[in-house]
């Protein structure tokens, strides 16, 4: 359908926008066309199965996988695949069925977003002429480590091929040293001399078993007869399993059962201790001593301050994008170190020994102690990091963390086990040994749960809908939570530079009707941008829907940008692809077209899909919840301040806004700074708000997991199944 879309638009703006929805797709055609170039210039040496490896390397590897390689490495895996099986086919023709053997080996380096690593490739392809011989990863590894000890295969980056038409079996890893380092040229000499009889010695003969299982399905089914076993669901991959990366709301849930940060939220809502067991504030309230206790990482190295000042100081290093470095500009010279115009040197964050970390602000920040119970301000294992950057990407051991749990194993395409870490500093309050998250869709989350296959459905993994509530009314909690539904339009992108516009594409929304089609009961109206708890203004805010006023808005809005209505661009909507959000989208689509007859175009999108597009404003207009992570009006605020803050979906900016909120950080009551903030925000309308939100969960009677009052987050590190 996107293919159809893009041939069909004559909007220049929108096709790019389109276009760049399906990444994976972009490198598959470059690709393509550079092989079609290549077999028609030499078309005795390339065939059409060379388009067959090809598809073979996007069908069997992930989007992360193709990331973190170049083009170029690509294609060389594409052509040395293709080349070693015509090889092998036609010593096959010519000397017979041989145990015949063919690899390449080459230096290459995989791209992370903290660094890169240097690997070696393998591109091999081996004969196997018994059904019942056997030749796999491990086999290959027995082989490398007979001849170089420390090395290791890259996890996730073996690919195996075995063509029903012949006996070749295609062969595709990557080589790392334990230490981290580069293999120098006697090695990879010593391979390519050891590995062509290590590798002919290392064939095994299958031995048929009647007793084999789906090793997955048995163990979940084995797991579900466990008593401190939780099952959880989610339906989408998290951004990252890196805490410096997954702000977002779908990785967070799971980034706090791996890291802890300073502090953490108590059940009363407020900060509490965790890896800072006291702290000590300056008269001035401008700098904090955290005097950390003594823990440790999940491999048993210990975890020390510098460990946290490293972290932050890569989220902040101006080589790094990531849509949350804004959350840290409270700290001294945070904001211009991140532009590249202070060094890092310079950045109010250090640790004085192994136990204490120093934090100096630009400014008293009253909720600081809150953002750092946040994942983002967790520490990272610097020796770690250093060493091995793409740790993130891996699972088990490989994967260090400091949290509750350890991500023992996860499976893009099935979901994620975490086991209670062991190493955790405060082991004993945790009671599960187990978390089990499987990654389902919207429809079969809940006759899972009706069949005890999950114990929690809630919003912040997420599943909710508003039908839901009546049909589960027993085992549901709702509570009021920091969450608004907006509508956001991108205010670089025309026509939505204009505030008319907006106001007109917003007036004619009715919300109380969209709630009553949602059944949504305990949602009310948003009248202005920040959740309710929050808002100074929503009390007394005059908005309400008005479709006359939107049609003199809109009316007024075309005359000022110089077009006609006929001219009005197609609106390309995005929605998160939710129960949710489905109907939410439908229904504003259907007010612009009835109400101001402008043409409306939906794309619903997986979270993963969706996050970065609106980070990098590459939209029109999108759908999303936001949520205030701290319990303070200034955390909203702060996303509209500056127009280049990813954060700052709208790409919006203000400057007597700006200076409101630079006048707020000095008050001491900085209420009347933030009220006129505000009503400047519901006037501009770079997001039209829908409705504030509750938090919502569904549990079985034999889970509990405590909430956060103010959040609604589940605090997994104390959940327990009750005993029979």
Not at 38 to 46: D, L, S, T
Not at 105 to 134: A, H, R, W, Y
Not at 322 to 345: C, L, R, Y
Not at 375 to 395: A, G, R, Y
Request: charged share 25%.
């Amino acid at each position: 359908m996107n293919s159809q879309l893009l041939q069909n638009s004559n909007v220049p703006s929108i096709r790019t926008s389109l276009r760049s929805l399906i990444p994976a797709y972009q490198l598959k055609e470059l690709i393509i066309q550079k092989l079609i170039n290549v077999w028609e210039h030499y078309p005795q040496a390339i065939d059409e199965t060379i388009f067959r490896h090809a598809e073979l390397l996007f069908v069997l590897t992930t989007d992360e996988f193709k990331q973190q390689r170049t083009q170029k490495h690509l294609l060389r895996m594409i052509f040395s695949l293709f080349f070693i099986q015509k090889s092998l086919r036609k010593l096959v023709i010519h000397l017979g069925e041989n145990r015949h053997l063919d690899f390449r080996l080459v230096q290459t380096c995989l791209k992370f977003p903290f660094g890169t690593k240097p690997v070696l490739s393998f591109m091999g392809g081996i004969c196997l002429f018994d059904k019942q011989e056997n030749f796999e990863e491990r086999h290959l590894l027995l082989a490398a480590q007979k001849l170089i000890p420390e090395i290791q295969i890259v996890k996730g980056t073996t690919l195996l091929h075995h063509d029903p038409e012949d006996s070749i079996r295609l062969i595709y890893t990557e080589f790392e040293k334990k230490s981290g380092g580069t293999f120098t040229i006697s090695e990879i000499a010593l391979l390519k001399r050891g590995l062509q009889t290590e590798l002919h010695s290392r064939v095994e003969k299958k031995i048929p078993s009647p007793f084999m299982m789906s090793h997955v399905e048995g163990e979940w089914n084995q797991e579900k007869q466990k008593r401190q076993v939780a099952r959880l669901a989610i339906r989408n991959v998290p951004a990252s399993f890196d805490p410096r990366l997954g702000g977002d709301s779908n990785s967070r849930t799971l980034l706090k059962m791996l890291f802890e940060g300073l502090m953490r939220m108590g059940q009363d809502g407020k900060p509490t201790y965790a890896l800072a067991q006291s702290v000590t504030l300056s008269n001035d309230k401008k700098t904090y001593i955290f005097h950390l206790r003594s823990s440790f990482w999940s491999d048993g190295s210990p975890l020390i301050a510098y460990d946290f000042e490293y972290a932050w100081k890569k989220i902040l290093s101006p080589k790094f994008t990531t849509p949350f470095a804004s959350f840290f500009n409270s700290i001294q010279n945070a904001h211009a170190v991140k532009e590249g115009s202070v060094p890092h040197t310079e950045l109010g964050v250090e640790s004085l020994d192994e136990h204490s970390l120093k934090v100096t602000l630009d400014y008293p920040t009253p909720y600081f102690l809150e953002l750092t119970t946040l994942p983002l301000f967790s520490p990272i294992s610097h020796k770690v990091d250093w060493i091995h950057p793409n740790w993130t990407f891996q699972d088990g051991d490989d994967y260090v963390c400091n949290g509750p749990f350890c991500l023992k194993r996860k499976n893009l395409n099935y979901g994620y086990e975490l086991i209670k870490n062991l190493n955790y500093w405060d082991v004993n309050s945790i009671k599960l040994d187990q978390i089990l998250i499987r990654k389902i869709k919207d429809s079969s989350v809940y006759e899972l749960f009706e069949n005890h296959s999950i114990d929690w459905i809630g919003h912040t993994m997420p599943y909710w809908a508003p039908s839901s509530a009546k049909r589960y009314s027993s085992q549901m909690s709702s509570r009021p939570s920091p969450k608004v539904s907006w509508c956001v339009f991108n205010t670089q992108q025309f026509p939505f530079h204009s505030p008319k516009i907006r106001k007109a594409l917003s007036y004619c929304i009715d919300k109380e009707k969209l709630l009553s089609l949602l059944n949504y009961e305990d949602a009310t109206p948003a009248t202005s941008p920040l959740p309710l708890s929050h808002s100074l203004q929503a009390s007394i805010s005059s908005w309400k829907f008005d479709s006359e006023y939107a049609q003199k808005m809109l009316a007024e809005g075309l005359l000022e940008i110089g077009i006609n209505k006929n001219d009005f661009p197609e609106i390309i909507l995005l929605s998160p692809l939710t129960a949710l959000y489905e109907p939410i989208a439908k229904f504003i689509k259907k007010c612009w077209e009835d109400i101001l007859g402008i043409s409306c175009r939906i794309f619903l999108m997986e979270w993963t899909e969706l996050f970065p597009k609106i980070c990098k404003g590459d939209f029109d207009v999108s759908l999303i919840t936001w949520t205030s992570w701290i319990n303070d009006p200034m955390y909203t605020l702060n996303s509209f301040k500056y127009q280049k803050d990813e954060v700052n979906f709208s790409k919006w900016e203000n400057l007597r806004f700006q200076k409101l909120l630079d006048q707020a950080c000095a008050e001491e009551e900085p209420s009347q700074s933030l009220k006129e903030a505000e009503k400047i925000l519901i006037d501009e309308m770079p997001v039209n708000p829908l409705f504030f939100e509750n938090n919502h969960c569904i549990s079985q009677d034999y889970f509990h997991a405590p909430c956060d009052p103010l959040f609604g987050d589940p605090d997994f590190k104390l959940a327990y199944i009750r005993q029979c």
